[in-house]
Nanobody, 119 residues
Framework: QVQLLESGGGLVQAGGSLRLSCAAS????????MGWYRQAPGKQRELVAS???????NYADSVKGRFTISRDNAKNTVYLQMNSLKPEDTAVYYC?????????????WGQGTQVTVTS
């Protein structure tokens, strides 16, 4: 099993910045994808950004140019730097990790961290 522990959410004014962190522990394989999703009230969970262990970042169009995902593979940690925050970025942000094991993809989620952006 894999555990994901998120931190860094909070309340910020529009235009401000926050940095989310997610530390993974447990049975983690070297080849995996870590990412961030978010879910606003009444909406479906959506991808914000993801990054494979040896590849390039992928971003939702709504956050391109404002958010940056990065990871420290040695620490099994992924970060999300969020700049120029907007009220529409308000959501619960979830960390995710996907990895293959015996031809089956395993998917793990963190407990979520609230991000609230006020106008």
């Amino acid at each position: 099993q894999v555990q994901l522990l998120e931190s860094g959410g909070g309340l910020v004014q529009a235009g401000g910045s926050l940095r989310l962190s997610c530390a993974a522990s447990g049975r983690i394989f070297s080849i995996n994808t870590m990412g961030w999703y978010r879910q606003a009230p009444g909406k479906q969970r959506e991808l914000v950004a993801s990054m494979p262990s040896g590849g390039f970042a992928n971003y939702a169009d709504s956050v391109k140019g404002r958010f940056t995902i990065s990871r420290d593979n040695a620490k099994n940690t992924v970060y999300l730097q969020m700049n120029s925050l907007k009220p529409e970025d308000t959501a619960v942000y979830y960390c995710s990790l996907d990895q293959w094991f015996l031809s089956v993809i395993q998917n793990f989620w963190g407990q979520g961290t609230q991000v609230t952006v006020t106008s």
